[in-house]
């Protein structure tokens, strides 16, 4: 290895555009801006979406649809994953904090409990809402619901 035979690494040389740098470059002057308009001067960015003055597709485009700002949304809890819950961890009650202990919900989460799967015990349940058929099926097994 001699120092007339050294290379730089392949691909950390890049061939960028030496912009401003004198008139005999070619590309001194306005430094390939053009001149005057909004990408003129230095700081300038486009918004995302525009279009060169035209209307924008987002502009352009219908509205519709409709956001209820007072919706409620609750996390879904089936009967089956209650069945789960107690069978797996032998519970007699479930509370919104047991669901949180166990990663069924966030702390913040609303809850309710619906109707799919069956209960195979005597369950104490604790959630914010109840479908009917949820309702029933804990309360005919001897159950208690409790909404909070």
Do not use: W
């Amino acid at each position: 290895m001699k120092l007339n035979n050294l290379k730089p690494a392949e691909g950390s040389i890049k061939n960028r555009k030496r912009v401003g740098r004198g008139e005999g470059s070619g590309h001194g002057g306005t430094s390939t801006r053009g001149h005057k308009g909004a990408g003129q001067r230095s700081g300038t960015k486009r918004k995302i979406g525009f279009e060169g003055g035209q209307m924008p597709l987002q502009r352009r485009l219908p509205k519709f649809g409709f956001k209820n700002i007072n919706r409620v949304e609750y996390k879904a809890i089936n009967l089956d994953t209650l069945q789960f819950l107690a069978e797996k961890y032998s519970l007699t009650e479930i509370s919104h904090d047991t669901l949180v202990e166990y990663g069924i919900c966030a702390k913040k989460d609303l809850v309710k409990i619906l109707g799919r799967g069956e209960l195979k015990g005597k369950l104490s349940v604790t959630a914010h809402g109840f479908s009917a058929t949820a309702k029933d099926a804990i309360e005919k097994l001897g159950g208690t619901v409790t909404t909070l």
